[in-house]
């Protein structure tokens, strides 16, 4: 098997330990602080969400638990370096101290620990990472049990990736229904220069049958654009009528949140004259009138 090429594990908005904070080693017989961050790399090797909140402090296991299992997994992911779950396995070195090997289909994560050290109310356990230099996970006494802490020199918060999270996740939408409209728009320009006309609906731009295109069904966007309902936004198409004798007859456009402020914030408008616009309408369509959005 292949062992994964060296990456760190960091999370990528955390709190920064001082980096001058100093520790004393001592040896610690009888700890459990590195039985809690195997239990940790073993709930993650297996992708066991539930195992994996016990490791952690109150305050991250909560909101660890209500994260959408998709960013869960994706975490546990990132804890071991690993794409696929795997068959965690349990050893000792000739010092005594934990092995942790992540087993996966074509990969293997292997995390080696070192000595732990204490102070006071800290646990401290360096690990050499298969392929990677040396991460030091730090851990806390929590209600009687050691909990998970940072990674580095870098806090868990979750709460605060959390927040990061979801508004990485908006932006992302956000920029995905504006891309759409943007494909739609074109679409209709294709089926104008195509047909001579513009399409009286989204869902004449939709996938055309092996007979071939046609005014119902001009296979230029995919059948959940063509249905108004894309990513978490709901799109919407009008023709506006000629503005004079010999002019063209128009067009707009309007993306909307499906459910505003999860799946997005702001509302889109496009014209026929690819003007964007767009603002945070709590949720209602956006208009002609709403703040230009410039390109990028």
């Known amino acids: 098997m292949k062992t994964r090429p060296a990456t760190v594990f960091i999370l990528t908005i955390l709190l920064g330990l001082p980096t ?24 993650a090797c297996r992708e066991d969400a539930a195992q994996f909140a016990r490791t952690l402090t109150a305050d991250n296991a909560g909101v660890f638990r209500e994260l959408a299992a998709g960013t869960r997994l994706a975490l546990m992911k990132r804890f071991v370096l690993l794409d696929e779950p795997g068959r965690p396995l349990l050893s000792s070195n000739p010092q005594g101290h934990t092995v942790v090997r992540c087993e996966a289909p074509g990969l293997t994560a292997e995390f080696r620990f070192g000595e732990t050290r204490l102070r006071e109310n800290l646990a401290f356990v360096p690990v050499e990472v298969t392929g990677a230099r040396r991460i030091d996970f730090g851990l806390v006494r929590e209600d009687g049990g050691w909990k ?39 679409s209709v320009g294709t089926y104008r220069r195509a047909f001579g006309r513009l399409p009286e609906s989204l869902d004449q731009l939709g996938p055309a049958p092996k007979t071939g295109i046609s005014l119902e069904a001009a296979g230029l966007v995919d059948a959940e654009l063509a249905a108004g309902k894309k990513g978490g936004y709901r799109f919407r198409f009008r023709v506006l009528p000629a503005s004079g004798e010999g002019a063209e007859a128009g067009f707009e456009l309007a993306a909307t949140p499906s459910e505003y402020g999860k799946t997005g914030r702001r509302s889109f408008f496009l014209d026929s004259s690819g003007a964007l616009r767009g603002a945070d309408k709590q949720g209602a369509v956006a208009g002609p009138t709403d703040p230009r959005i410039e390109p990028r």
Do not use: M
């Open 20 to 43: 001058g904070a100093s520790w004393s080693a001592q040896e610690a017989p009888g700890n459990n602080a590195s039985a809690t961050l195997a239990e940790a790399l073993t709930a």
């Open 148 to 186: 998970l802490l940072s990674v580095g020199l870098l806090l868990l918060d979750l709460p605060a990736l959390a927040r990061q999270w979801e508004s990485a996740e908006l932006e992302a939408s956000e920029a995905a229904a504006i891309a759409a409209l943007r494909k739609i728009a074109e």
